[in-house]
């Protein structure tokens, strides 16, 4: 297969399909997902799109708490700018038709979440993700100049002899059949990472793909050391993941152990709530920590949290009345690849957008509902500033595929990262462990680019290549700085240092890495 567009976007979540519906009007679009097109990141996100839409609030109070939680290494102009344009793209979610939880007056009912001082949080009950990917994929459907390439995956960029991006190679993941798709503009919305981790809110798809691919292709990455865990994953060793939004916390619920005691603040940010938890699992030897709702008023938590009340009613706990058994997990990488304020990557061609992009608005810890704000943002922005690209020189090289590689074998180093990113590169972190990572993941990621020279482009094997690449990134990031900050917690460097570490953690395609002095 082979096909020519003016636009490559790679993810089906908010900011791939927000660029694909106004890139239409412009010129020819294919979409690139692995799954369903509406299988995403996004479809998970149940909190809402952080915004300024209440007279009583500013920009300036939401970029101080987004600074805030940031812990230091937010760029103020992109934080500052970033938020003015949260009007602007709610209205633009509402024209494609979202629908948006309102109060009696008709106006957004905008609730409050940690790590904010007000409410500011647009929201479509506790499942505003899935209601905003249901009216972009209806959008962009109706579209003619849109193609959505559902089962497919992308292998590895396609740069041209000035290194020029021109698009990507895929795979079908159905038939496994190889093809190229040429653009003159590419951008990257494949989302998180939080595979990586043996505990994850995140589907199956989030394996770091995009990053893995743009630092095969040279693109500068950072800030990788700074993975958010959500503090409250519903407790269900059996079952599968799934995430209780902090909208709860800020209805009212409190953390508490297993007798029924607060232990810390409900409100605080997420690496601070997480590493509590986290703590209190460790010190008491309890498998889980708890929220209690039964404080809230019930009709109205019934009426608030729908989606949330009914899964944990099928797994037998009523929140109304009990107590909710909840475990951090791996949630959203604020780090990713490097992109000035209008989303550019350091490849000519290649933009980024969402998850993946380390943009500088979250700095070293995301604040809550900031992510489909950025991703939305962001998307608009590298519209504008690509305009309609130009042709790209279109290289010759092909990719390979040899016989199917032992699947007991890739799931088996799979499980062996996760559970060793788990243990060693998780909430709390010591230099003796990550120096541990560092020499398994690299020792892994031998093996497994050894397995891809030999078979070639296997899409269960794409996968783990990337996940184990971006794995090894993680570590060896995380290892490089020598102090707490944000999301990054080491034991042995327990301090925040401002004196020398107060810059981005930088990592080039030849494997270097060196402090940012952007901030």
């Known amino acids: 297969m082979r096909i020519e567009v003016d636009y490559l976007v790679m993810g089906s979540g908010v900011a791939g399909l927000f660029f694909a519906i106004q890139a ?9 997902t692995k799954r369903d097109r509406s299988e995403s990141n996004t479809r998970y996100a149940q909190g809402g799109i952080a915004a300024v839409m209440d007279q009583a609030d500013s920009v300036a109070q ?29 209205a633009q979610l509402v024209e494609l038709g979202a629908r948006f939880t309102r109060d009696t007056s008709g106006a957004l ?5 940690g790590g904010h001082d007000t409410a500011r949080v647009v929201r479509a009950d506790d499942m505003t993700g899935r209601e905003v990917a249901r009216a972009l994929v209806a959008a962009a459907e109706a579209l003619p ?5 559902d089962e497919h995956m992308a292998v590895d960029l396609i740069l041209d002899e000035r290194g020029h991006c021109c698009g990507a190679f895929i795979a079908n993941g159905k038939t496994g059949a190889l093809g190229t798709i040429y653009a003159g503009a590419t951008l990257l919305a494949t989302g998180g990472c939080g595979q990586v981790f043996q505990h994850t809110t995140n589907p199956p798809i989030a394996n770091g793909d995009g990053v893995a691919m743009a630092w095969r292709a ?10 958010q865990f959500h503090p409250t994953m519903f407790h269900d060793p059996d079952g599968p993941a799934f995430l209780i939004t902090e909208a709860l916390r800020g209805h009212g619920a409190e953390v508490v152990d297993g007798r029924g005691y607060a232990f ?20 008491s030897g309890q498998a889980c920590a708890y929220l209690d709702a039964t404080g809230c008023d019930a009709a ?17 706990v009523d929140i109304t009345q009990q107590h909710l058994p909840v475990v951090p997990a791996a949630h959203y990488s604020c780090g990713g690849v490097c992109t000035d304020e209008f989303g550019q990557t350091s490849v000519p061609g290649l933009y980024a957008a969402g998850e993946v992009a380390m943009s500088g608005f979250h700095g070293a810890n995301r604040l809550a509902s900031n992510s489909l704000l950025e991703g939305l943002v962001f998307a608009r922005r590298a519209l504008l500033h690509m305009g309609r690209p130009d042709g790209r020189q279109k290289p010759s090289t092909v990719l390979h595929r040899g016989a199917s590689v032992d699947s007991t074998r890739l799931t088996a180093l799979r499980e062996k990262v996760r559970r060793l990113m788990w243990a060693e590169v998780g909430i709390e972190r010591n230099d003796a462990g990550l120096k541990r990572a560092c020499v398994q993941t690299g020792a892994l990621r031998e093996e497994v680019e050894a397995l891809y020279e030999r078979y070639g482009a296997d899409g269960e094997l794409v996968q783990l290549r990337n ?11 995380a290892r490089w700085r020598l102090e707490s900050r944000g999301c990054h917690y080491n034991t042995d460097h327990a301090e925040c240092d401002q004196v020398h570490w107060r810059c981005e953690t930088l990592l080039t395609g030849s494997g270097g890495l060196a402090k940012g002095c952007r901030l």
């Open 62 to 90: 939401h970029a101080r708490d987004t600074e805030s939680a940031g812990a230091g290494l937010c760029r103020t102009s992109v934080v500052e700018s970033v938020i003015a344009e949260g009007p602007a793209v709610i």
């Open 109 to 113: 009912s905008l609730a409050r979440e």
């Open 300 to 316: 109205e938590t019934k009426s608030r949290f729908p989606n949330i009340y009914q899964y944990c009613l099928e797994r037998g």
């Open 145 to 149: 100049n849109v193609s959505l390439l």
């Open 24 to 32: 239409a009007e412009h010129g020819r679009v294919a979409v690139v």
């Open 264 to 283: 810390t603040d409900p409100l605080a940010t997420r690496d601070i709530v997480s590493r509590a938890i986290a703590r209190h699992m460790r010190d």
């Open 467 to 477: 996940l184990i690449t971006v794995a090894d990134i993680i570590a060896r990031s």
């Open 218 to 227: 040279g693109a500068e990455v950072g800030n990788m050391e700074f993975v």
